[in-house]
Structures are given as C-alpha cells and as structure tokens.
C-alpha cells in the first residue's frame, strides 16, 4: 500500500512538473523568428580523438547557464521580471524588485546565424593549429517548434559537424638564425626540442618551442632577447611525396624556424650584448609609504662571492620600541643572501631570477617579492659586446604572528587543530609553531541480524606539538649548496594521549628532520633521530578478554614500548609534456632498534623471556619498514578524468621482535582506503573469527600491505562531481600466528585474500575544499567464512532474500587520494 501510494505521489509531482515548466519556458514571450539558443553540440563524424573534446567549449554562444543541467533558471528569472510596457513600448511597471531580481538572471542567449558562422571559423582555427588542415566543418539547426503550434517553445539547438581527415606530420625542422651567438646555442640544444620529425604538428607545440629556445638564449646571458624575434614558416607543398615506414602516404609539413624578425640595426646590435649580473640592492621590509628612517649596509657572503649586497633595511635604533606601527623585524642579511643566486660575473640567466623569486617565497615571511633586473649603461663595453646588470629585490612583509584552525571529518572521525605561528622567531625566517588538537573516532554501524543500528564512540585523543623549522641544514651548514632549490631542518616535540575503547595510550616524541629538493620534481626528507616512548595502560577486563582471543606475539603489538628510529622520504613528481597527465611517487622507510641493540648487547642489559633486550623493563622496536605509494592521474577533459593509486607498505621485525608495534602495524578499511569496510576492519589474510565480530577495529593490523584503488570523476553540474570507485587490498603479517590461522602472508594463496569492493559517490566541490560522501559495496571478503566470501543473495530470518553484504556509507573532506 505504502509502495503505490509513494509511486502515485512521484507522478503527481512529474506530471505537475511537465505542466508547470513549459508554461514558466523562458523563451514564451520571443517574437516570431526568434529563438532561444538551448544547446550546442560538436560532432567529429570520422574520428573519436579525446584531442577533439575541447572544440565543444570554442563555440559561440555560449547556452544559458542550467540548474543541474535541466532547467535555465537564471534565464527563466530574467525573463520573469522584465519592466512592464504599453502597446507603444514605454515602461510602465519596474520596480526595484523587479531590477534585482535581472540582477541576479542572465538575458535569453539567442539562436545567431552570424555567431555561427564565428564558431566555424574557430572550429577550423583549432583544427588547423592541431594539424589537420583539410578538416571540413557544417552546421545543422533544429527547431523545436518552427510552426509555432506550441507557445514557449521557441528553441533551437546547433550541431556542427567536423570531418577531420588525416592530420599533417611533421617531415624535418630547419633553423635560420641569423646572430651567431643565438645559432651556437641553438644548435648545441637540439636534442631537448619539444618537436620531433615524425610528431602530429600542433601550433602550441610550436609555441611551447618558440619559449623554452628564447628562455635558452635569456639563460646564456642575453639580455634582450624577446619572442617577437622568433618565427615559424610551415610549408605543405610537397605534403603528399612521401611515404610512412609501412609504404603508405603521409601528409607532411616543413618546419622553418626564423630569428631574423629584428629590422632595426641599432636593436639588433644590442641583442647580441652578453650580459653578466653585477650588484644587488635588497629591500627587505619595502613600504613605499612607510614614514620611518632607513639604513643601509654593505654585505658580502663569502671570499668566493664577489657581489655587493646592499640591505636597505629600516633603521630600528631611532623607532620607539613600543611605537604602536613599528616595522616587523629585518631578516638577517645573512639568510637573505643565502637565498639570492644573481651573484657578480654570472651570465644573465632568467632562470636564476626565477629561482631566487621561488627561494625567497619559501622563506613565508613575504606577500610580495619583485624583482627588477637593470642594466648598469656606464659599463657597457662596446668593444667585446658585453654588459653589466643590477638586480633590486623588493619585497614586502608578511604578518609576523598568525593563528590558523583545520578541520577533519569523515566517517569514522572527526579532529579539530588549533596552530599559532611566529615566522621570524630568532630573525632568521624560523617557523616556530605551536600545534594542539583534539578528536573523537566513532563508528557507525548499519542494522545487521547480529547487531542494531547505532553510533559507538571508539576514542576521545588529545594532543600537543612544538617545532621549529629552520630554512638551512643544522649542524652541516658547509654542505648545503646556495643553488639547491630548497633546504631545512625541522625539530619537534610532541605529546599525544588516547582514550581508546580498550585501553589508555600515551604517546611522546621528538625528531630531528632534514629537507632538502635540488629541482622542482624531486625532494628528500632525512631524520636521523626520531623517538617514541608508548604507554599502554589498559582500562579493565574488557582488555585482557579480547586479548586472549589473540596469540601473545599479537598481543605484543599493545605493550609499553620504546622506538628510536632513522627514517628516508623521497617525493617525485614527473614533469609530463601534456599537463592532461600527473605522477607521483612516495617512498618511506625507517629503520628501528639496531642502535639500541648495539648499546643493550655492549651493556648487557636484561632481556625477556622470548631474549630480547629491556631498557628499564621496556621492550623496545626493532624492525626494518618500507612504503610505497603511486598515483597518476589522467584529465580527460574539464570536467572527466581518472586517478589510480598502488600502495605497497612492508615490515619487517627482527632480532626475535614477533610483530610490528601497533603505531607501526598497516591496517586497511575506511575513509580513504577499502572503502567496502569500516575503518580498521579488513584482515589480516584470509583470518577468521566468529568472536571477532564485534571488536574494536584496532585489532585488524598487520605487517605488510597491498592496496591498488581506481576511480573515474565526473561532473554532474558545476560543484556536484561523482565518483565511481573499485579498491582492491589486503594486509596480511609476516610470520606465522598459529593463533591467527591464514592471517600470514603466502605467494601460494595470497591472491585469494585480496579484497574486493566497489561504489560510488557525490564529490561537492567548493575550490578550495572538497566534501566527499562514498556508498561502497564488498565483493569479495576474504575474512568470511568459506562459501560467503563473494557477494550474493541470502535468505533472513523474515524469509526474504537480501543480499549478504552491507553497503559502507562513507564521508569525508578531500578526494581518498
């Protein structure tokens, strides 16, 4: 009864939707032989090129704007409240309502033969330019209703159709360049062209060319080098007289790039001046209207470094030190400098400046940084042809002290973070930083035969860091390099404390971290020292009752412990040509114990019962581990694209350490990982327990991890994006638990334990942040029991047939990866 009346209902509503809306069609009141231009369409009839996608965003008009891609809202509003006129067209109604109301609408975007006509002209631009030149192109108007029988429906739509044909390629590439110096350049770079004998001609290429070729010569000291002094001459005359390597014939272009566009002698003669960097004049608190005095000193970094940096800084000595507007506080010269690469007898490089720009951006102390490069006239020599330059850098302050908040939640936890920073403590650009948070973990359980619906609150945690970032290399100052892209230490100490559901942990740490990147693609992270000290104390017998189902070596993962730790991180992001695509590569790893064990072996300490050493009656971690993680990305077009991720985690125990420790230990399920299982709940391997249904989810940890996830993205309308979604994973432990049968991992079976799921979800996309909400579905659960580990229908308790699997509803803030 309830189902007919819920589908009586939903025609109700469909049928007063289909009578309401045409009689409120924003094109009702269009004059004959007028139309309202609804949608457009491009058609590539002979081929399926994804190149093609962007031919639909290039034709003009573009439609009025949809409220989820079915109905002109804002069109329909505008045409609502237009002024009210009389037979001889004066206004006699229009009020300020009435004005807002257009305000906030958009006119009608009318059916335009001569826009047509534009957009074909631009449909054969674009093809042109992406080397098809014997494209054809038409057009094809629909009415909607040209008789005119229905009132409100004066629409129309456009398609134009595109005949590609068979795209020119490039045959060879021929230089002229007529000033010697730019010919010896190059010629020697040939080899890191971005057009190739043999490449589909496209006209950003070509462009693409024309800057890294004029950002070659700027780089070997030539001043005034431009790209208007750079052209291209394509010539298709012999398109046809060759043949590709299976014998069939080819279209083809030749390519002859010119640098002869300089008709002016005197401006040519000075584009062949080389040019060297000479002083640098430095304003780092610049202010034009600043009212306070200024100094002036004279610096110079090293005996190796013949340039004179000259700080024009304010002079604090006459300022009262509790004047309300006082200046923030100079950076020491010395760090400014440091991060300055436009050092004397340097050819002109515009890549130098770049970096220097990008060096003291990463300092954070400035909102603004300019540099201006001038030619110093009085040492022009005209003789050898070579010049001096000035370098000014103007920059201006950021705020000294600033306090920021974060936000996480998703469906399993939601945290709160509170940071104040001070960005120049000691003077020296040093990032001191005080950081507290504060969560809570829940889980929210969907009704099973086994358990109601409900809400379980899994741990209340509290917590503390202090750092300081310094922007050079601690205690190695002589081996860090002033071109290096970017360098620095970081200390930290920190304290953590969690109420769990079991038990009590506290957490206390400090690390000593070097960063260092010599290019924009890869950088490296090294902490030679990182302890951790554990407490576990558990909150009663609930503890000790879930620890038995558990073998002692598992149970070791939750004893007080000890870690002191070198850890390596490496990040490499590869510069693809086509921005479409995007890769990234993480590495981790982190070796834990072996220093201890040496110090423990020389002073022979205590050891346990399995012969492993104590310090003060505390085990203490010993284990080698390593993670991978890969990602690439692929955009499809503005709206479409498809992400990937393989993640590869590993430990390994040693020296009779049985397990991981569980701050260490993989795990898998929730949020951003398996999103078929709640959080913490899948695996290890194939391990199953009757007992273990309804646990805390930290029990599910393991040594070694294996996660690949696929998703494809799209665009329902404006900020609402989709997601359809597959994972596939598993954790599994290192060495046999005759307690935890098939919980090991084994190359003979582990391919039977990979978990399988599968969803999807709405992405709202608001720039500057992401709310995610994901249903996902288990296929294949390795941790149930044989003959219930594909999804399937089963019969409940009522006797209807359901499926043996739950959806996992799932939120969260940004994309899982």
């Avoid at 004029?214 to 208007?228: A, K, M």
């Avoid at 002692?552 to 004893?559: R, W």
């Avoid at 327990?689 to 998703?711: F, H, P, S, W």
Wanted: aromatic share 12%; proline share 4%.
């Amino acid at each position: 009864m309830r189902q007919r009346l819920t589908l009586t209902l939903i025609g109700l509503v469909l049928i007063a939707c289909s009578a309401i809306l045409p009689s409120c069609s924003p094109s009702r009141y269009l004059k004959d032989g007028e139309y309202m231009l609804t949608k457009n369409n491009v058609k590539v009839v002979d081929s399926k090129n994804v190149l093609f996608d962007d031919l639909y965003y290039i034709v003009r008009p573009v439609t009025n704007k949809k409220f989820l891609e079915i109905y002109p809202l804002k069109a329909a509003r505008y045409v609502n409240h237009l002024p009210v006129t009389d037979s001889a067209g004066n206004v006699i109604k229009d009020t300020k309502f009435m004005q807002k109301r257009r305000e906030n609408g958009e006119p009608l975007v009318m059916l335009d033969t001569s826009m047509i006509g534009y957009s074909l002209d631009q449909i054969y631009t674009a093809m042109h330019n992406w080397g098809y030149f014997e494209a054809r192109a038409w057009d094809t108007i629909v009415y909607k209703d040209p008789n005119r029988m229905h009132p409100g429906r004066h629409k129309a739509e456009v398609t134009y159709f595109v005949e590609a044909g068979n795209p020119y390629h490039i045959r060879d590439i021929q230089y002229h360049v007529e000033i010697v110096e730019y010919r010896r350049i190059i010629l020697s770079d040939t080899s890191n062209c971005v057009i190739h004998s043999g490449d589909r001609y496209d006209a950003d290429k070509l462009l693409e060319e024309r800057d890294r070729m004029v950002s070659n010569i700027r780089d070997n000291g030539y001043y005034h080098v431009s790209n208007e002094i750079v052209s291209f001459k394509i010539d298709t005359l012999d398109a046809r007289r060759y043949l590709d390597k299976k014998g069939h014939k080819t279209l083809v272009v030749h390519i002859y790039v010119n640098f002869d566009r300089i008709s002016d002698p005197e401006v040519k003669e000075r584009h062949a001046y080389k040019y060297y960097f000479n002083n640098v004049v430095v304003y780092p608190n610049y202010d034009p209207t600043s009212q306070w005095p200024t100094q002036r000193t004279t610096y110079h970094r090293s005996r190796t470094d013949k340039t004179n940096y000259t700080i024009i800084g304010t002079n604090f000595d006459s300022i009262p030190k509790r004047a309300l507007d006082r200046p923030i506080p100079d950076i020491r010269p010395r760090i400014l400098v440091d991060n300055i690469l436009t050092k004397k007898g340097l050819p002109y490089s515009q890549t130098l400046v770049s970096r220097s720009r990008k060096k003291l951006n990463d300092l954070r102390n400035f909102s603004y940084i300019n540099i201006v490069v001038e030619e110093d006239v009085s040492k022009r020599d005209t003789v050898n042809r070579t010049g001096q330059l000035n370098t000014y850098y103007y920059m201006r302050r950021n705020k000294l002290h600033s306090l920021s908040a974060e936000i996480e939640a998703r469906s399993d936890k939601a945290d709160l973070s509170l940071t104040y920073s001070n960005k120049n403590l000691f003077h020296s650009a040093e990032h001191f930083s005080i950081n507290v948070y504060g969560g809570i973990g829940f889980r929210i359980r969907t009704k099973t035969k086994e358990h109601p619906a409900g809400f379980t609150l899994e741990n209340k945690e509290i917590g503390a860091e202090i750092s300081m970032n310094f922007r050079r290399l601690l205690f190695f100052r002589k081996t860090q390099k002033i071109e290096a892209n970017s360098y620095g230490t970081l200390l930290k100490i920190g304290a953590h404390y969690e109420d769990n559901y079991l038990y009590r942990r506290g957490l206390y740490n400090a690390a000593l971290v070097y960063n260092w990147s010599y290019n924009n693609y890869l950088s490296h992270s090294l902490s030679p020292i990182d302890l951790s000290i554990i407490n576990i104390t558990p909150k009663g017998d609930e503890f000790y009752e879930v620890m038995r189902l558990y073998s002692k070596d598992f149970q070791s993962k939750y004893e007080d412990n000890i870690l002191l730790s070198a850890k390596y991180g490496l990040t490499y992001t590869h510069p693809f040509s086509n921005p479409r695509n995007r890769l990234t590569l993480r590495l981790k790893m982190e070796s834990s114990g072996m220093l201890l064990t040496g110090i423990c072996a020389m002073a022979n300490a205590p050891k346990d019962e399995y012969g492993n050493y104590l310090i003060g009656k505390r085990n203490y971690g010993n284990f080698e581990m390593a993670e991978l993680d890969l990602r690439y990305s692929y955009n499809i077009n503005n709206k479409n694209s498809i992400a990937t991720r393989f993640n590869f985690g590993i430990g390994v125990p040693l020296f009779g350490s049985r397990t991981l420790p569980f701050e260490k230990s993989f795990y898998l399920g929730g949020s951003n990982s398996m999103r078929g299982w709640p959080y913490r709940t899948l695996g290890p391997g194939s391990y199953y327990n009757d007992a273990d249904e309804n646990l805390i989810q930290d029990i599910r940890t393991g040594d070694m991890k294996v996660e690949l996830n696929l998703e494809y993205r799209g665009t329902l309308y404006k900020f609402i994006k989709y997601g359809i979604f597959a994972d596939a994973g598993n954790i599994w432990l290192m060495r046999k638990d005759d307690d935890m049968p098939n919980a090991e991992f084994k190359i003979n079976r582990f391919y039977k334990e990979i978990g399988l799921a599968a969803g999807v979800g709405l992405r709202f996309d608001f720039n500057f942040f992401i709310i995610r909400v994901d249903a996902a579905l288990p296929i294949y659960d390795p941790g149930h029991a044989e003959g219930d580990k594909w999804i399937g229908l089963t019969v409940n308790d009522k006797g209807n047939t359901i499926l043996n699997r739950s959806i996992n509803f799932l939120f969260g803030i940004g994309h899982a990866f």
